[in-house]
C-alpha cells in the first residue's frame, strides 16, 4: 500500500492515458464497421480503394 499510496498521480495518469487510447481504438472501428473508410478523413483515397476492391 505504500508503493501505491507514493505513486497514486502516476497510476491516475496512466489510467487516463489508457481510457483515451481504448476510446480512440473504439471510436476508429465503430467507424470502420459502419462503412466510414479506413478513417484518414477522405472521400477516396487510394488506401481506401484498394480495400473495397479486395472484398
Known sequence: MAWLSDNIMSV???AVVALIVFLIIRSKLKAK???GGCGCGCAGCSGCASK????
Not at 473495397?52 to 472484398?55: L, N, S, V
Open 12 to 14: 491516475v495518469l496512466l
Open 33 to 35: 464497421k459502419s462503412g
Open 52 to 55: 473495397k476492391q479486395d472484398r
